[in-house]
């Protein structure tokens, strides 16, 4: 859950992101997550970029992690993926650039993001500025899925080694970035199943339908 909140002392509007962390962990277990999480936000935290959302602050309280963060007025780029709201293509792509760059600077400071997709890239259309949101987030529900065995997130953005569990670079990140783009030039996913299994088999083993194909022209 995303709440607009206030920061007491420099009087700021915030954005605090609070997510559950697993009750049914042992306390050994709560501890070693609670410490990847917290190194996890100090990362981020530490990551300047005007195309990446700041991490102000993290905690812990009754068993929910909170990242308090930058607030931009905005809307998620998942407002343009509907094939009657789509951008100019040389936005997608001036949009895709942008969050390219913050991406590689991410990288550079040995940090992935592990979520990238229109819903984690905000945009404000009339300042014409994007920024990625929720570095510091995706590595937490990345371990609760590592102890429950359920996929979080969104499967249909994750690259083949996410999927798969494998140690991840950020060119899994690219390749949820080149999902997102297609996503916005094409109004639809490359990669689409009736369940999670074979949505898997599709993204790991299957060459995507050319974007062309789906939007003449491109």
């Known amino acids: 859950a995303v709440y607009l909140a206030r920061d007491p002392r420099i009087n700021r509007p915030v954005a605090l992101k609070?997510?559950?962390?697993?009750?049914?962990?042992?306390?050994?277990?709560?501890?070693?997550?609670?410490?990847?999480?917290?190194?996890?936000?100090?990362?981020?935290?530490?990551?300047?970029?005007?195309?990446i959302i700041t991490v102000y602050d993290c905690?812990?309280?009754?068993?929910?992690?909170?990242?308090?963060?930058?607030?931009?007025?905005?809307?998620?780029?998942?407002?343009f993926t509907d094939t009657s709201k789509l951008l100019d293509p040389a936005k997608v792509l001036e949009l895709g650039a942008s969050t390219a760059e913050a991406l590689d600077y991410a990288h550079s400071q040995g940090v992935i993001h592990r979520d990238i997709k229109p819903a984690n890239l905000i945009y404000n259309l009339r300042q014409d500025i994007l920024k990625i949101s929720d570095f510091g987030v995706a590595?937490?529900?990345?371990?609760?899925?590592?102890?429950?065995?359920?996929?979080?997130?969104?499967?249909?953005?994750?690259?083949?080694?996410?999927?798969?569990?494998?140690?991840?670079?950020?060119?899994?990140?690219?390749f949820s970035l080149a999902i997102t783009l297609y996503e916005l030039l094409a109004g639809e996913v490359p990669f689409t199943a009736s369940n999670i299994r074979v949505l898997m088999t599709k993204i790991t083993s299957e060459e995507p339908m050319p974007i062309s194909n789906r939007r003449p022209g491109i």
């Not at 609070?18 to 050994?28: A, C, S, T």
């Not at 929910?64 to 930058?70: G, S």
């Open 18 to 51: 609070v997510i559950p962390i697993n009750e049914e962990l042992d306390e050994d277990m709560h501890k070693e997550i609670q410490d990847r999480f917290f190194r996890e936000a100090e990362s981020a935290g530490r990551l300047n970029h005007p195309n």
């Open 59 to 79: 905690g812990e309280q009754d068993d929910l992690a909170f990242i308090a963060m930058e607030y931009l007025q905005g809307t998620p780029l998942t407002q």
């Open 139 to 174: 590595r937490l529900t990345d371990i609760n899925r590592t102890n429950t065995g359920i996929i979080l997130g969104t499967p249909m953005y994750m690259s083949p080694e996410q999927l798969n569990a494998e140690t991840l670079t950020g060119h899994s990140d690219l």
